[in-house]
Protein backbone atom coordinates (compact mmCIF):
# COMPACT_ATOMS: atom_id res chain seq x y z
CA UNK A 1 0.00 0.00 0.00
CA UNK A 2 1.71 3.07 -0.75
CA UNK A 3 1.70 5.87 1.57
CA UNK A 4 -1.73 7.85 1.82
CA UNK A 5 -2.72 10.46 -0.07
CA UNK A 6 -3.78 12.92 2.77
CA UNK A 7 -0.42 14.26 4.13
CA UNK A 8 -1.71 14.37 7.44
CA UNK A 9 -3.08 11.33 7.67
CA UNK A 10 0.11 9.53 6.43
CA UNK A 11 1.83 11.35 9.27
CA UNK A 12 -1.15 10.39 11.69
CA UNK A 13 -0.54 6.61 10.77
CA UNK A 14 3.33 6.76 10.75
CA UNK A 15 3.20 8.19 14.64
CA UNK A 16 0.81 5.56 15.63
CA UNK A 17 3.21 2.60 14.15
CA UNK A 18 5.69 4.24 16.02
CA UNK A 19 3.70 3.79 19.35
CA UNK A 20 2.58 7.63 20.05
CA UNK A 21 -0.84 8.11 21.46
CA UNK A 22 -3.55 8.83 19.44
CA UNK A 23 -3.82 12.59 20.55
CA UNK A 24 -0.42 13.06 20.41
CA UNK A 25 -0.14 11.57 16.43
CA UNK A 26 -2.98 13.80 15.95
CA UNK A 27 -0.93 16.94 16.89
CA UNK A 28 2.08 15.76 15.37
CA UNK A 29 0.25 14.97 11.94
CA UNK A 30 -0.38 19.17 12.31
CA UNK A 31 -4.24 19.39 13.83
CA UNK A 32 -5.41 20.77 16.80
CA UNK A 33 -5.23 18.21 19.70
CA UNK A 34 -8.72 16.44 19.69
CA UNK A 35 -9.03 13.15 21.71
CA UNK A 36 -12.63 12.37 19.77
CA UNK A 37 -11.11 13.31 16.29
CA UNK A 38 -8.14 11.49 16.90
CA UNK A 39 -10.13 8.83 18.00
CA UNK A 40 -12.47 9.20 14.62
CA UNK A 41 -9.20 9.17 12.63
CA UNK A 42 -7.76 5.98 13.96
CA UNK A 43 -10.66 4.17 13.43
CA UNK A 44 -10.63 4.80 9.65
CA UNK A 45 -10.27 1.73 7.45
CA UNK A 46 -7.10 3.44 5.30
CA UNK A 47 -5.04 4.84 8.18
CA UNK A 48 -6.05 1.58 10.10
CA UNK A 49 -4.59 -0.11 7.38
CA UNK A 50 -1.41 2.07 6.73
CA UNK A 51 -0.38 1.97 10.81
CA UNK A 52 -0.12 -2.08 10.02
CA UNK A 53 1.81 -2.01 6.82
CA UNK A 54 4.17 0.29 8.61
CA UNK A 55 4.34 -1.79 11.46
CA UNK A 56 4.88 -4.96 9.44
CA UNK A 57 7.40 -3.38 7.79
CA UNK A 58 9.37 -2.55 10.58
CA UNK A 59 9.30 -5.86 11.83
CA UNK A 60 10.36 -7.37 8.43
CA UNK A 61 13.16 -4.86 9.02
CA UNK A 62 14.36 -6.00 12.55
CA UNK A 63 13.94 -9.14 11.73
CA UNK A 64 16.46 -9.38 8.92
CA UNK A 65 18.73 -7.27 10.40
CA UNK A 66 19.22 -9.64 13.75
CA UNK A 67 19.33 -12.75 10.90
CA UNK A 68 21.80 -11.10 8.68
CA UNK A 69 23.70 -10.05 11.90
CA UNK A 70 23.55 -13.76 13.37
CA UNK A 71 24.67 -14.80 9.80
CA UNK A 72 27.86 -12.81 9.58
CA UNK A 73 28.83 -13.93 13.39
CA UNK A 74 28.32 -17.59 12.16
CA UNK A 75 30.83 -16.81 8.94
CA UNK A 76 33.23 -14.66 11.56
CA UNK A 77 33.17 -17.71 13.55
CA UNK A 78 33.76 -20.87 10.95
CA UNK A 79 36.60 -18.55 9.48
CA UNK A 80 38.47 -17.90 13.04
CA UNK A 81 37.96 -22.08 13.36
CA UNK A 82 39.51 -22.70 10.14
CA UNK A 83 42.10 -20.19 10.80
CA UNK A 84 42.85 -21.98 14.06
CA UNK A 85 42.15 -18.46 16.09
CA UNK A 86 40.08 -20.09 18.69
CA UNK A 87 39.53 -17.10 21.17
CA UNK A 88 37.91 -15.36 17.94
CA UNK A 89 35.75 -17.74 17.19
CA UNK A 90 34.57 -17.61 21.30
CA UNK A 91 33.79 -14.02 20.83
CA UNK A 92 32.06 -14.60 17.57
CA UNK A 93 30.13 -17.71 19.51
CA UNK A 94 29.52 -14.86 22.01
CA UNK A 95 28.17 -12.43 20.35
CA UNK A 96 25.95 -14.37 18.74
CA UNK A 97 24.62 -15.52 22.43
CA UNK A 98 24.33 -11.85 23.24
CA UNK A 99 22.28 -11.10 20.14
CA UNK A 100 19.91 -14.33 20.58
CA UNK A 101 19.72 -12.97 23.96
CA UNK A 102 21.31 -15.82 25.69
CA UNK A 103 24.11 -13.80 27.03
CA UNK A 104 23.50 -11.29 29.75
CA UNK A 105 26.46 -9.68 30.74
CA UNK A 106 26.06 -9.06 34.89
CA UNK A 107 28.38 -7.58 37.08
CA UNK A 108 29.42 -8.42 40.78
CA UNK A 109 28.89 -5.45 43.06
CA UNK A 110 31.18 -6.14 45.89
CA UNK A 111 30.20 -3.11 48.49
CA UNK A 112 30.23 -4.11 51.77
CA UNK A 113 28.66 -0.67 52.98
CA UNK A 114 25.15 -2.41 53.57
CA UNK A 115 25.34 -1.28 57.48
CA UNK A 116 25.22 2.10 59.40
CA UNK A 117 29.15 1.55 61.35
CA UNK A 118 27.34 3.73 63.95
CA UNK A 119 25.10 1.37 64.44
CA UNK A 120 27.63 -1.35 64.65
CA UNK A 121 29.20 -2.41 68.37
CA UNK A 122 33.14 -1.66 68.82
CA UNK A 123 33.39 -5.58 68.80
CA UNK A 124 31.60 -6.26 65.70
CA UNK A 125 34.06 -3.65 64.24
CA UNK A 126 36.94 -5.18 65.98
CA UNK A 127 35.81 -8.31 64.56
CA UNK A 128 35.72 -7.26 61.15
CA UNK A 129 39.33 -6.00 61.84
CA UNK A 130 40.68 -9.04 62.57
CA UNK A 131 38.90 -11.00 60.14
CA UNK A 132 40.54 -9.16 57.56
CA UNK A 133 37.92 -8.53 55.58
CA UNK A 134 37.86 -4.24 56.05
CA UNK A 135 39.54 -4.31 52.36
CA UNK A 136 43.25 -2.76 53.43
CA UNK A 137 42.29 -1.25 56.67
CA UNK A 138 44.63 -1.59 59.28
CA UNK A 139 44.87 -2.81 62.43
CA UNK A 140 43.07 -0.50 65.30
CA UNK A 141 44.08 -0.15 68.34
CA UNK A 142 41.21 -1.70 70.22
CA UNK A 143 40.90 -1.08 74.39
CA UNK A 144 40.12 -4.48 75.27
CA UNK A 145 38.30 -3.30 78.69
CA UNK A 146 35.52 -1.99 75.84
CA UNK A 147 34.55 -5.31 73.82
CA UNK A 148 33.40 -6.59 77.72
Known amino acids: MPALDNPKHERFAQ ?14 AGYTPSEQHASRLARNGKVQARVAEIQDR ?3 RTEITLASLMQEAAEIQAAALKA ?13 AKLAGLWIDKAENTNRNVVDPSQVSDAELAAVLKDGSGEGASE ?4 KAQLN
Open 140 to 143: APVD
Open 15 to 28: ELAKGRSQVEAYAE
Open 58 to 60: GAI
Open 84 to 96: NQHSAAVAALTAK
